[in-house]
C-alpha cells in the first residue's frame, strides 16, 4: 500500500461520491459547480493513467467548454445568471448590494 | 489492488449511479449532465485499460486517441442537446419532459 | 411527493426498480472487470512499430492523425453537424453580436485583454507541440474557443465579425480539409487517407491547423447559439443580418 494507491484509491472515491452529489444536489446550480470539480478531477485521474492528451483536452473542454454551457443553461433556466457579469436587468434578490 | 483496479471499478461504479440518475432524475439538466458523466464513466474504464496494456511505460494510443475525439464528440452532443432543451423551454417553460399518457 | 407507497407511487416504484437493476448491473461489470485477466493486449506495439513512418513523432497523435484518421475525420463531421443543428435551431447564419448592455468592468476587462492573448498563444502552442508531446488540434481549438468565447462574453468583436459564408467555411474547414487531402492522395496512387511517409509530417499539419479552426468556432457557435435569447429570436426570424 503505497502512497500513490492511497492518492488513487481517494481520488476514485472522490469522483464517485462528486457523481452520486451531482445527480442529487438539491440546488442545480450547485450541481453544475460540483460537475466542473468532477471535470477537474477526471482530467486528474487522466494524468495518473498516463494520458496527459486527455487530461488537457479535458481541463478546457469537459471543465471548462461544458461547465460553461451547462453554467449558462442552468442561469437561463432557474432565472440565475453568470455572478460575475453585469446583468442587463436591474440587480436582483440575489444581488450582493447591500439592502437599499 | 493495482492502478488499474482502482479506476476500472470507479468507472463501473460511476456508469450505474450516472444510469440511475438518467431514469430517476426529471429534471432535463440533471440528465444531460447524467449522460455527460455517463460517457467520462466509459472513457475512464477504455484509458485504464489502456494503461493496463501498456508497454515500456508507453500506455496504448489507440483507446487514448479514441478517448480524445470521444470527448469533443460528447461535448458536441451535450451542446446541442442543451439547446434543444433550452430551446424546449423557451417554448412551453417547462423544464421536465412531459409525458402525454401521463404514465410516470 | 407525500406518497412514497410503491404501491400507489409510480415515482417511487421507478426509483425502487432502478435502483435494483443498478446493483445488478455494478455487480455484472465489477465482475467483468475483475475477470479481464493479466495478460496485457492491445495496439501499443503495432503503433510503436510503425511510428517512424506516420510523420509525427507523439502516439497519440500519430493514431489520431494518421493510423486512425479516418475516425477522426468523422468525429470533425459530427462537431460539424452539431454546430450546424444548433444554428439551425436559431435560424442564425451568423453569430450574432453581444448586447452591448453587457460591457465588462474594469477588472474583468483588464483581465480579458491579459488572458485571452495569452489564451491564443496557448493554444497555438499546443497545436505545435501536438506533433511530439501531449497537445494537439483538439486542445488548442479548445483552448482558442474558450479565448473567443470570453472575448464575446466579455463584449469584445470575435467570431460575430465572420460573415455568414465564412463562419460556415470555418465550421467546414477541418472537414473539407481532410477530404481534400485524402482525395488528393487517392488519385495520386495512395489508398484513402493513408498518407506517403516522406510528407506525412507537413500534411498532418496542414490538417491538424484546419480542424484547430474548425474546433474553436465551432464550440463558439455551439456556445452563442445554446443561448435562445426571445429578442434575439425575434431578430434573427426578422430575417437579415445587415
Known amino acids: 500500500m503505497t502512497f500513490e494507491m492511497i492518492f488513487d484509491g481517494i481520488l476514485a472515491i472522490t469522483l464517485v461520491w462528486l457523481c452520486w452529489r451531482v445527480l442529487s444536489a438539491p440546488d442545480l446550480f450547485k450541481a453544475v459547480v460540483l460537475f466542473i470539480t468532477f471535470g477537474l478531477l477526471m482530467a486528474l485521474a487522466w494524468v495518473r493513467l498516463q494520458a496527459p492528451d486527455i487530461a488537457l483536452a479535458e481541463a478546457s473542454i469537459g471543465a471548462g467548454l461544458t461547465g460553461a454551457l451547462m453554467l449558462d443553461a442552468v442561469g437561463q433556466i432557474t432565472g440565475r445568471r453568470f455572478p460575475y457579469i453585469r446583468s442587463d436587468q436591474p440587480a436582483g434578490e440575489e444581488g450582493d448590494h447591500g439592502q437599499p | ?104 | 411527493m407525500g406518497n412514497r407507497d410503491p404501491l400507489t407511487d409510480p415515482g417511487m416504484l421507478v426509483r425502487i426498480l432502478s435502483s435494483v437493476f443498478s446493483v445488478a448491473l455494478l455487480a455484472v461489470l465489477a465482475f467483468a472487470v475483475l475477470d479481464l485477466g493479466d495478460e496485457p493486449t492491445g495496439l501499443t506495439s503495432n503503433v510503436m512499430e510503425r511510428i517512424d513512418e506516420s510523420g509525427v513523432a507523439h502516439p497519440p497523435t500519430a493514431v489520431l492523425l494518421n493510423f486512425r484518421a479516418y475516425d477522426t475525420w468523422l468525429e470533425v463531421a459530427v462537431l460539424l453537424l452539431a454546430a450546424w443543428g444548433a444554428l439551425a435551431l436559431r435560424q442564425a447564419t451568423r453569430l450574432p453580436e453581444q448586447p452591448a448592455a453587457r460591457s465588462p468592468g474594469p477588472v474583468l476587462d483588464w483581465l480579458v485583454r491579459i488572458l485571452a492573448p495569452l489564451a491564443i498563444v496557448t493554444g497555438v502552442y499546443l497545436l505545435w507541440r501536438g506533433t511530439d508531446a501531449p497537445g494537439g488540434a483538439f486542445q488548442a481549438g479548445a483552448v482558442i474557443g474558450a479565448a473567443l468565447v470570453l472575448l464575446r462574453l466579455s463584449g469584445y468583436r470575435s467570431v460575430g465579425l465572420l460573415s455568414a459564408f465564412w463562419l460556415r467555411g470555418s465550421l467546414l474547414a477541418g472537414f473539407a480539409g481532410f477530404l481534400v487531402v485524402a482525395t488528393a492522395l487517392f488519385l495520386a496512387g495512395w489508398s484513402f487517407l493513408e498518407y506517403p511517409p516522406e510528407r506525412a509530417g507537413l500534411l498532418i499539419v496542414i490538417v491538424e491547423l484546419l480542424i484547430t479552426w474548425t474546433v474553436a468556432v465551432s464550440f463558439v457557435a455551439l456556445f452563442v447559439a445554446a443561448r435562445p435569447d426571445p429578442d434575439d429570436l425575434g431578430e434573427e426570424s426578422g430575417g437579415g443580418h445587415v
Not at chain 2, 36 to 55: D, E, K, T
Open chain 2, 1 to 104: 489492488m493495482s492502478l488499474f483496479l482502482i479506476y476500472a471499478l470507479a468507472a463501473t461504479g460511476l456508469f450505474v449511479i450516472c444510469l440511475h440518475g438518467l431514469i430517476t432524475r426529471a429534471h432535463l439538466l440533471r440528465k444531460i449532465l447524467a449522460l455527460n458523466m455517463m460517457g467520462s464513466s466509459v472513457f475512464l474504464l477504455l484509458i485504464a485499460i489502456a494503461w493496463r496494456n501498456r508497454i515500456d511505460g508507453v500506455a496504448d494510443p489507440v483507446p487514448q486517441a479514441m478517448v480524445l475525439t470521444g470527448i469533443v464528440v460528447a461535448v458536441s452532443a451535450t451542446a446541442f442537446a442543451l439547446a434543444l432543451a433550452r430551446r424546449y423551454h423557451a417554448e412551453t417553460g417547462e423544464t421536465e419532459l412531459s409525458d402525454e399518457d401521463g404514465s410516470t
